[in-house]
């Protein structure tokens, strides 16, 4: 009885350092998605002819809303990484949330930036996953 109580405890013990390492790898991931998305949103600010623009489209805006978009994006993704990181409840939910619009603004700006967006969107899908897959088991 002693060792099927023992196995369940390092069975437990596992699951929940890899759930912990895939969440502080997460908020790692949205830190970093958030620096270059800060980046992004300067370089966005600082020089219109930075991105090249092609044809029009649905989700058309200014390339400088475009800049002020990612710089607060950028902004709060790293607050919310860095909520993730040091074990704060309201950086996973809030992390998913982030990911989910950094997403979505990644997927409307791809005219501009195309190979760039679809790279900073997988980051935030797996960050949306890694987020959702702790806040599932508790």
Same mark, same amino acid.
């Given at each position: *009885?002693?060792?099927?109580?023992? +196995?369940?405890?390092?069975?437990?013990?596992?699951? +929940?350092?890899?759930?912990?390492?895939t969440t502080?790898?997460?908020?790692? *991931?949205? *830190?970093?998605?958030?620096?270059?998305?800060?980046i992004e949103?300067?370089?966005?600010?600082?020089?219109?002819?930075?991105?090249?623009?092609? !044809?029009?489209?649905?989700?058309?805006?200014?390339?400088?809303?475009?800049?002020?978009? +990612?710089? &607060?994006?950028?902004?709060?993704?790293?607050?919310?990484?860095?909520?993730?990181?040091?074990?704060? !409840?309201?950086?996973?939910?809030?992390?998913?949330?982030?990911?989910?619009?950094?997403?979505?603004?990644?997927?409307?700006?791809?005219?501009?930036?195309?190979?760039?967006?679809?790279?900073?969107?997988?980051?935030? &899908?797996?960050?949306?996953?890694?987020?959702?897959?702790?806040?599932?088991?508790?």
């Amino acid at each position: *009885m002693g060792s099927t109580s023992s +196995h369940r405890v390092d069975e437990v013990s596992t699951r +929940h350092l890899v759930t912990r390492s895939t969440t502080a790898f997460a908020g790692v *991931m949205l *830190m970093t998605v958030a620096v270059f998305t800060i980046i992004e949103g300067i370089a966005a600010l600082a020089k219109d002819s930075v991105y090249v623009t092609g !044809a029009n489209y649905t989700f058309e805006l200014d390339l400088t809303t475009w800049g002020w978009v +990612h710089l &607060v994006m950028g902004i709060v993704g790293l607050a919310t990484g860095l909520g993730i990181v040091t074990g704060q !409840a309201w950086g996973m939910l809030g992390g998913i949330v982030i990911a989910s619009i950094g997403a979505i603004t990644n997927f409307a700006f791809m005219p501009y930036f195309p190979f760039w967006s679809l790279a900073v969107l997988g980051f935030n &899908v797996f960050v949306i996953w890694a987020l959702a897959t702790e806040v599932t088991r508790g």
